[in-house]
């Protein structure tokens, strides 16, 4: 990161924050562009959704990408009421590194399986103990369990949830302050805890919207999310000054505490970690043995999709009037299985015909096939399609050749009445 770097935004909602952030993915790397700020934090609300395309994004423009996370937790882990308008208490995480990354794979993945549905995605705070590895936390600041605790004036709680995360967190807890408007009620407070502790500040803005001009659309947004109307006054709320501020503003907002700002600079370069893509990752479809090369399961695996493929076309030759002569079917057979071993595709075929062949043998109605993937005659073979490609003219080509590398993707459509069952198959389904 440049020397000359003076403030970083590290708590800002993309578009991903559903139904709460106006932030375009693309219009942030704008953004960031035009006031030269060489790194931002993304920190959508409960999901890491935008992680991707946030982090090749912005990487591609020269922007170091920060993932994080605004992590809504159970308000009954710090001891606060809920009230029509309030949200649950939320810290923001930042991942530091690859196992910090994973952790907020993890965090947030629980707090969706683990929540009530009128809760969303609210994690317990347990789930932090033991999966903090990696991970730089700020309070929160307004929306923060700190800010909130000390706003009902139970100072001696906002005391203990403090050391509770600073215990969580040693050496990566950060006490959140933010300016907007009226809510700086108990900044005074918040700032001599943290001195009293021990724990440094940082300065933030929270971001919602591009520009000032934007916020009544965006306060018409949240009155859409939530089913109510701009005029009520209990009803959640941010202000115009939600905005991405320039560095100069932000440092002349906390002219007063520069260690704040200076401290966004600094947790922006502990920071080093951004997912990156890669190819698809299938699982073994073939027993290869624990300590079998990559060479030896791509192997297995062909021979195996050459004897289901082999044995499943006899069958289909049995079982209907040819539309072409029968050696026509088999040589079109080997130029397919040759296209798909030299490009390293006979485990997908498999795995798709695993739980295409589960679903019927359950019952569950499963299409013929559409797609470019109807021209497959292994597909036919392996019972994947029920469409004879010879009889229609149908071009394996278009589905799969060594000219166009992709992954390849079958059109398969499941009765929606029992499709979870095939999701709950293939889920718990472990191949060797």
């Not at 994004?57 to 992590?71: H, K, S």
């Not at 991942?95 to 995605?121: M, R, V």
């Amino acid at each position: 990161m440049p020397v000359s770097a003076l403030f970083i935004h590290l708590h800002l909602h993309s578009a991903y924050s559903l139904s709460e952030g106006a932030i375009p993915v693309s219009r942030l790397k704008e953004l960031c562009l035009k006031a030269k700020m060489p790194a931002v934090a993304v920190t959508d609300t409960n999901n890491l959704f935008g992680a991707l395309e946030v982090s090749s994004t912005l990487a591609g423009a020269g922007i170091q990408p920060i993932i994080g996370i605004q992590q809504a937790f159970a308000a009954d882990d710090f001891n606060l009421p809920m009230v029509r308008g309030a949200r649950y208490p939320a810290l923001v995480l930042l991942a530091q590194s690859a196992a910090g990354y994973q952790n907020l794979l993890k965090l947030t993945s629980n707090a969706f399986l683990d929540s009530a549905a009128e809760d969303g995605a609210c994690a317990a705070l347990d789930r932090l103990e033991g999966a903090c590895d990696g991970l730089i936390c700020l309070t929160g600041g307004y929306d923060g369990p700190i800010d909130r605790l000390l706003r009902e004036n139970r100072g001696a709680e906002a005391r203990t949830a403090l050391e509770r995360l600073s215990a969580l967190f040693p050496d990566r807890l950060y006490v959140e302050l933010q300016r907007h408007g009226d809510r700086q009620s108990v900044e005074a407070a918040i700032v001599d805890l943290a001195y009293d502790l021990g724990l440094p500040l940082v300065a933030t803005n929270e971001p919602y919207f591009p520009d000032p001009d934007d916020y009544e659309a965006h306060d018409a947004l949240l009155c859409i999310a939530d089913g109510a109307y701009v005029h009520q006054d209990d009803r959640r709320k941010v202000t115009s000054d939600h905005y991405f501020k320039s560095a100069e503003d932000m440092i002349s907002l906390f002219g007063d505490l520069p260690e704040a700002i200076e401290n966004t600079v600094e947790i922006a370069r502990r920071c080093a970690f951004r997912p990156r893509f890669h190819d698809p990752i299938l699982p073994r479809f073939v027993e290869a043995g624990a300590t079998a090369s990559v060479d030896d399961v791509l192997k297995a695996e062909e021979m195996e999709l050459e004897r289901q493929a082999r044995e499943g076309l006899k069958a289909r030759l049995r079982a209907i009037e040819l539309s072409a002569p029968e050696e026509d079917y088999w040589a079109r057979l080997k130029v397919e299985i040759d296209i798909i071993n030299r490009m390293g595709f006979p485990g997908y075929f498999l795995i798709v015909s695993d739980f295409i062949k589960w679903s019927k043998g359950q019952q569950i109605p499963v299409g013929p096939g559409r797609g470019s993937g109807a021209g497959s005659l292994v597909a036919w073979a392996l019972t994947i399609t029920d469409l004879d490609p010879l009889r229609f003219g149908l071009l394996f080509e278009r589905f799969l050749n060594p000219e166009r590398v992709s992954m390849p993707d079958f059109d398969i459509d499941f009765c929606q009445d029992r499709r979870d069952e095939v999701i709950r198959y293939v889920q718990e389904k472990i191949w060797p």
